[in-house]
């Protein structure tokens, strides 16, 4: 069974920064997307950023120039760095991973809640 645990989340203020880790219990991770995705509160889920197994990054242009998505394949891991936090930031962080070939194989996080407030 494939486990998705994130950690990282909390509260900051306005201007701050975290930074959110996902490990992944999957070998070959290498041959997956990997992406975060969030969530307020009355809003869908929508895409943060995402990196793809082919090494392309793509992201929200709400989060384009604050935000950086990594990955470390050998950790089976994937960060999305956060600066110049802004309140609208506020929401449940998911993290996502899915097969490049076989999209039937995603999986997703419990889910970490960044909160940004003064």
């Known amino acids: 069974q494939v486990q998705l645990v994130e950690s990282g989340g909390g509260s900051v203020q306005p201007g701050g920064s975290l930074r959110l880790s996902c490990a992944a219990s999957?070998?070959?991770?290498?041959?997956?997307?990997m992406g975060w995705y969030r969530q307020a509160p009355g809003k869908q889920r929508g895409s943060v950023a995402v990196?793809?197994?082919?090494?392309?990054?793509n992201y929200a242009d709400s989060v384009k120039g604050r935000f950086t998505i990594s990955r470390d394949n050998a950790k089976n891991t994937v960060y999305l760095q956060m600066n110049s936090l802004k309140p609208e930031d506020t929401a449940v962080y998911y993290c996502m991973v899915r097969h490049a070939f076989l999209s039937e194989h995603e999986y997703w996080g419990q889910g970490t809640q960044v909160t940004v407030s003064s």
């Open positions: 999957i070998s070959g991770l290498g041959i997956y997307d």
């Open positions: 990196f793809t197994s082919d090494g392309i990054r």
